[in-house]
């Protein structure tokens, strides 16, 4: 990889803005819409720079969000509360309360005409025979862009023992993967309104799991630990993976595709790098 020149800054979160392909295509102008700590969304413009629009108040606090339609109309929010609010430029469209029934820890959504969420949630509160809890679940829900009444659940994901910390459907929508803070990383097969787990060993990393991201035109999945190091690996030969050892002092913030042979990774050191497959 190589660092990116300009000014060093903690990097949290790096991504492709999905608006710039929306953009192209329709002839809008293209904008980033960022969510703030403060649970304040504002819409900026990436021509201009210029704040794009009214903020809009979330009144609460995002632990993640993701377009829920292919034509990227709304984004559905995740809130630190477990609550759905999908959000258009013009404002908050619907809000589904409680949606999960303990606090979440990741989120990933598969855009469609009918959308399907993911959400890592907590272990339960308590114990039993002095022993607590290592039941961190999954709920797979599906989920359109009409209101709240259209947010089914569809499974509970049972398998992880260590806080979900990541979770990422492939862009085909055949494949779900959910990464742990006990450095694992689970590949589930999407079938019948569930998801059957099919890989359960891949588990190089030595520390909590950061990131996830599929790689397009194949079924290549980057991930990024607090280990400092980043792997790739491959759903059509489990057995083979490539590594990025030291990739990024203080740890691996976040990953990102950014081509069938490029990724980027943004790291604690507050550098981006940009990484290409032999």
């Given at each position: 990889?190589?660092?990116?020149?300009?000014?060093?800054?903690?990097?949290?979160?790096?991504?492709?803005?999905?608006?710039?392909?929306?953009?192209?295509?329709?002839?809008?102008?293209?904008?980033?819409?960022?969510?703030?700590?403060?649970?304040?969304?504002?819409?900026?413009?990436?021509?201009?720079?210029?704040?794009?629009g009214e903020p809009i108040d979330l009144k609460e606090a995002a632990i993640d969000a993701a377009w829920l339609d292919t034509l990227q109309t709304h984004l559905l929010v995740m809130s630190t509360k477990g609550n759905f609010h999908a959000v258009m430029a013009s404002g908050i469209a619907w809000t589904k309360e409680k949606a999960i029934?303990?606090?979440?820890?990741?989120?990933?959504?598969?855009?469609?005409?009918?959308?399907?969420?993911?959400?890592?949630?907590?272990?339960?509160?308590?114990?039993?025979?002095?022993?607590?809890?290592?039941?961190?679940?999954?709920?797979?829900?599906?989920?359109?862009?009409?209101?709240?009444?259209?947010?089914?659940?569809?499974?509970?994901?049972?398998?992880?023992?260590?806080?979900?910390?990541?979770?990422?459907?492939?862009?085909?929508?055949?494949?779900?993967?959910?990464?742990?803070?006990?450095?694992?990383?689970?590949?589930?097969?999407?079938?019948?309104?569930?998801?059957?787990?099919?890989?359960?060993?891949?588990?190089?990393?030595?520390?909590?799991?950061?990131?996830?991201?599929?790689?397009?035109?194949?079924?290549?999945?980057?991930?990024?630990?607090?280990?400092?190091?980043?792997?790739?690996?491959?759903?059509?030969?489990?057995?083979?993976?490539?590594?990025?050892?030291?990739?990024?002092?203080?740890?691996?913030?976040?990953?990102?595709?950014?081509?069938?042979?490029?990724?980027?990774?943004?790291?604690?050191?507050?550098?981006?790098?940009?990484?290409?497959?032999?």
């Amino acid at each position: 990889g190589v660092p990116c020149p300009g000014e060093r800054r903690r990097g949290w979160h790096v991504g492709r803005h999905p608006g710039w392909d929306r953009a192209a295509s329709v002839g809008l102008t293209a904008e980033a819409w960022v969510i703030a700590v403060d649970g304040i969304l504002r819409r900026f413009s990436l021509e201009t720079g210029e704040l794009a629009g009214e903020p809009i108040d979330l009144k609460e606090a995002a632990i993640d969000a993701a377009w829920l339609d292919t034509l990227q109309t709304h984004l559905l929010v995740m809130s630190t509360k477990g609550n759905f609010h999908a959000v258009m430029a013009s404002g908050i469209a619907w809000t589904k309360e409680k949606a999960i029934p303990r606090p979440p820890t990741a989120f990933g959504v598969l855009a469609g005409d009918t959308g399907r969420v993911v959400i890592g949630v907590d272990k339960p509160d308590g114990s039993v025979g002095g022993v607590e809890s290592s039941q961190f679940d999954m709920h797979l829900f599906a989920v359109e862009d009409s209101g709240p009444d259209s947010v089914t659940e569809q499974a509970v994901l049972s398998g992880h023992i260590n806080q979900v910390t990541a979770a990422r459907f492939h862009p085909h929508g055949d494949l779900l993967a959910s990464a742990d803070a006990g450095k694992n990383i689970f590949l589930w097969k999407l079938e019948n309104n569930t998801a059957v787990l099919q890989i359960s060993n891949w588990c190089l990393h030595t520390a909590r799991i950061t990131s996830l991201d599929w790689m397009p035109g194949g079924r290549r999945l980057v991930s990024g630990s607090l280990d400092r190091h980043v792997f790739v690996w491959d759903a059509d030969t489990p057995a083979s993976h490539v590594k990025v050892l030291e990739a990024h002092k203080g740890g691996v913030s976040a990953v990102a595709a950014c081509s069938e042979r490029t990724f980027a990774s943004v790291g604690a050191d507050g550098f981006t790098l940009i990484h290409e497959l032999a």
